[in-house]
């Protein structure tokens, strides 16, 4: 039963995984309005329209009829833009099955036999390495043709998944490709930029054919021995610095990593290698300790995309690429479902609520592909990017962030994240569970669980109480972080009501993140608040804004200009550096004396609505000012 | 005899130069030994030589044999490789000037034969350009074409003016097809990277011929009207987003900027036109209250290379490219001959001994392209690099250092860095000046001047009293930071002390420094230091180490481990961050108390001499600990 479950999510351990929890039938869950529904609604409604737009105009689609023969003419774009097509394809079965619409399905139809179209009778498929007679597998350092297989054989999961197997059948014919050029016992090749992995393992999944799952194993097992001693970045950059069993940090390139590390964590679940599940546990370790940012962000340098070191986290330059965010939340969700354990889905939802949604402005129309925590010049979105995998990538995110809520295991139901909506899941052990949960989460910290219905047997609703959560309730009885487990025989008409305290309160960061050291960050339940240079009265220099550490910041209201998500009031300071002039460094003895800092009430809002009035200046930490 | 006297130097106003100090002739200038004396030596008789070496192992000078058409081959290295020989050429020049040397000479005389062999009928040379039937001028955005002129011109132009007129007649035929294809009024067109800006105008001053400065002026004249709109990279990367008599502040890649900037200030020192003296003011203002490095080092980003934004200067990603304090020393000397002010000799010689000096490791065999303020992980020097255009930078502005020792005006000898040495000035009032300095300087403060010979006339010797210097003397009389101006009839034999502090001291950041806010440094007259892992005990960790405001820096005697450079003892503390265990963020009300910080006493060596004992962890910037 299980297997059959989840078999629509995005993510579909097979009976035998080693998970803990399962995902639920996507199909049997609905996000019914609040914050996540309503970014569902725009994604629908706006977002992948204008991704069939912007990816015309881009050439995107184009190189892909040139590829297929139907048009004269030379390929533009960046050597990976198939994988855009692709993303975006993933986002419309998603999405359709979520709810039907005649558009985005008659897009989805027409892609889907273009990208057929172009493949080879061999199965081959990529317009690059299609164009000008270029030799496939001739630069796997930075070619991409195996990630963008990756994206193909998700967005053909996700069609078969849905109700239309053409797309997977397209897929199938370049994994065999791929199971045949790299499936060899000698073949020492791998890919620059991982994604492959989780994909292959999803296809033996949905396939049961083990051809993909041995070739993911044997693509992971390949790293770490210099294949890529050669290339223009350094090792970590590709993932080849060190055997996957190995590793206990993560390094590199961010997207790089985490897409990998989303892979080697699905090749445990199915097959029980706990050399590879040790090593992705030392490296979440080593994440959250040292590499994270507070908005869950991910990657601390532009240059090389990459992680970066143990408390190098820049706020200005911050790299956090939407995509890292993306491919974090999937790791997460793998290692949730694999150990059962809270402190995924929180990452998940601290990045979720805050360097996810940050990637698309309010009206999903413009996008962020970094997302830094820091601008003093100003950051603006662009309606797309020469490298565009983040915004389809985006919109495949919201199309299925309905799977993301909620999990059964044998004796119960678990809700990860907080959303109003309906949620049907077969528990082993209880038949089927109808729940109705109601909240205005995140922004409100009450939620009420309502059993629609379900059968007599005794099972466990497990609600998840997030890190941040002091003095969380349920049902009237105080509970710690971790899962408020309810073991009960539940009737239709049980009601349970989780109470959260999301009021605003101020974080600190370890003295040890150099970058920041010393700087406060208001945060309210999961959403991490920033000031703009937009909220600041007339004349008022960011740079010169500070907090108070026993400040008591405190809801203001909505904020009608920002969605009418609700506002922080905090009192701050300005202080008066006027004797420094231009004085850029000091002789300790010289130091001029700041003047008296004036009171300065401020404003902060929701972190993923910045930049939504303009691309001025605005900050997440704002120094302590004693 | 103004223009007489400075003739030999590489940089030679003219007599109607809009300049109110003048070049010595170098020729008459020696610095006899201390650490510029030994880092000349180490250049001459290691540096040099390797420099042979490695242009050959790159195939740097076998590109320029297969432009010649004496080697089959394919061409290697990066677009602009030829200007690392020539760069080692000029750099052969002035050091062959300043003491002759057959090993040298022949390296440089065969080379300058193998360069005028590439050359092409109508003056055109280039290896790259050359090879493969590649369309001149057709990438302007990154070919470095006029890049690579400008570097052949002022090596033409350093072995012209020191005897060997044949690669001048070279850069000269180049520069005249330059005339040739950019000069006519209509066309818009100039170079993504400056650079023969100032070659063209020093052309100009060697050859009086006045198509060459015109030339630079149009170069000048058409940036900032988007020219490379369409490039890879934003405007100011490419010195395009505004015109350049517009400009206020310094922006964008910081070689480019400089190397512009350089120029500019000789074709305001050429032409008078005084909208182009105002921008290089005004950018330099803007440089020094918010884009500087302690060190001097410009470059606070990876990505671009570029400056950043006001008061972003990461120690972590400094990038300071060497090659930026070398065009940063090039402008300021630029800058002080114009004006005169002390100011630009102080920047001179803070990114001399700390951001420059950096570049080059001790043995004189390794060197650094970035050079940032902090490592955590490592920053290990490298033998050459695929990007080699700072080693020959590094050679050039060695062989030439005693250039920049002092001037002459009308009325007098100004000196702006103090080394052991002689000094022979024309003064125009007073007849041949003869000078001897002896100084332990930059160790010892004491500096003593000598006349050893002059007319009978009265003249003025100028000290530069550096901007640190705290209760400076001259001959027992109180002097300020500037210029200390002795103004006598002068006789053989006369001796003055100047007599600077430099005993070690501590300097705090302008508040609006996010990245090092609240931390201090280490600073002993002109030179930066740093604290490195070698230096601390056994399981200290340099992300725990803090300062005390009120600590006494004191010396600690020479570092025999680092060329006998003095270090410095500072008491310090390391804190006891145990309570934090691995939490990266905290709230407010559960902040983990830091345990009893315990004594630590600290070791800091000079900055430059960083990484000469392993790549270990280094910060100049520690938080101060109350």
């Known amino acids: 039963m299980d ?3 989840g078999r629509a999510s995005c993510v579909a351990p097979t009976a035998s995984a080693r998970v803990r929890l399962r995902p639920l039938d996507p199909t049997a869950v609905r996000i019914l309005g609040g914050l996540l529904g309503e970014r569902q609604r725009i994604n629908r409604e706006v977002t992948l329209l ?18 297929a023969g139907r ?7 960046m050597v990976f833009s198939d994988s855009d097509v692709y993303k975006w394809l993933e986002a419309l079965a998603w999405e359709t099955a979520r709810e039907p619409d005649g558009e985005l399905e008659r897009l989805a139809s027409e892609t889907t036999e273009l990208v057929a179209s172009a493949q080879q009778p061999d199965g081959y498929l990529n317009s690059y390495w299609h164009h000008d007679g270029r030799e496939p597998w001739s630069d796997l350092e930075m070619g991409h043709e195996l990630y963008c297989a990756g994206h193909l054989i998700q967005a053909g999961i996700a069609a078969g998944r849905t109700g239309s197997p053409r797309l997977l059948d397209v897929a199938r ?52 021995f210099g294949f890529f001693a050669e290339g223009r970045f350094d090792l970590p950059y590709y993932q080849d610095v060190e055997p996957v069993r190995e590793s206990r940090s993560i390094v590199g390139h961010a997207v790089r990593a985490l897409y990998l590390a989303a892979g080697v964590t699905d090749l445990y679940a199915e ?7 040790t090593a992705m546990l030392s490296q979440w370790d080593d994440l959250v300790s040292t590499k994270a940012y507070l908005t869950g962000g991910i990657g601390s340098r532009h240059y090389d995309e990459s992680i970066g070191d143990p408390y190098e986290l820049p706020p200005d330059r911050a790299y956090c690429e939407t995509c890292a965010a993306i491919a974090s939340i999937m790791w997460n969700w793998r290692l949730l479902l694999v150990t059962g354990e809270s402190r995924f889905a929180d990452l998940l939802e601290r990045t979720l609520y805050n360097g996810f949604l940050a990637g698309l402005s309010i009206d999903g129309r413009s996008f962020f592909y970094a997302n830094p925590l820091q601008t003093r010049s100003g950051h603006t979105r662009h309606a797309w990017n020469p490298v565009a995998c983040c915004p389809p990538n985006i919109m495949r995110l919201l199309a299925s962030l309905h799977h993301y809520l909620a999990t059964t295991s044998d004796g119960g139901v678990q809700l990860h994240q907080y959303a109003t909506s309906t949620i049907r899941a077969l528990v082993p052990a209880a038949g089927t569970v109808d729940l109705a949960v109601d909240t205005g989460y995140p922004w409100s910290g009450s939620v009420t669980v309502e059993v629609v219905a379900c059968g007599d047997a005794e099972w466990t609703l497990s609600l998840r109480v997030p890190e941040w959560a002091r003095g969380a309730v349920v049902d009237g009885r105080p509970v710690a972080p971790g899962y408020a487990e309810l073991k009960r025989r539940w009737r239709p008409g049980d009601r349970i009501v989780l109470e959260l305290d999301v009021s605003p309160r101020l974080t600190a960061p370890n003295p040890r993140i150099d970058a920041v050291r010393g700087c406060l960050a208001v945060e309210r339940g999961p959403v991490v608040y920033c000031f703009e240079v937009a909220d600041l ?26 969605g009418g998500f609700p506002g922080v009031s905090v009192a701050g300071v300005v202080r008066d550096l006027g004797r420094w002039g231009d004085i850029e460094y000091v002789d300790v003895r010289e130091l001029p004396r700041d003047g008296a800092a004036a009171p300065l ?6 972190y993923f609505a910045w930049a939504n009035r303009g691309g001025t200046g605005m900050r997440v930490w704002v120094p302590g000012s004693g």
């Open 271 to 277: 097959t029980g290698d706990r050399t590879l599940l």
């Open 3 to 5: 297997s059959v479950q």
């Open 71 to 77: 048009s004269e003419g030379t390929r533009r774009g």
């Open 50 to 67: 204008r991704g069939a737009e912007e990816l015309e105009r881009a050439g995107t689609l184009e190189n892909l009829r040139i590829a």
């Open 173 to 224: 014919g370049f994994a065999d490709l791929l199971v045949d050029a790299f499936g060899s016992e000698a073949d020492r090749r791998t890919d620059g930029h991982p994604e492959v992995e989780v994909a292959l393992v999803e296809l033996y999944r949905e396939t049961a054919d083990r051809r993909y799952l041995e070739l993911a194993d044997k693509l992971v097992g390949r790293r770490g």
């Open 537 to 562: 009265p007339e004349g008022a220099n960011l740079a010169d804004v500070g907090l108070q550490s026993e400040a008591k910041p405190v809801d203001s209201g909505p904020l009608a200009a920002l």
């Open 601 to 606: 009430p401020l404003l902060a809002v929701p």
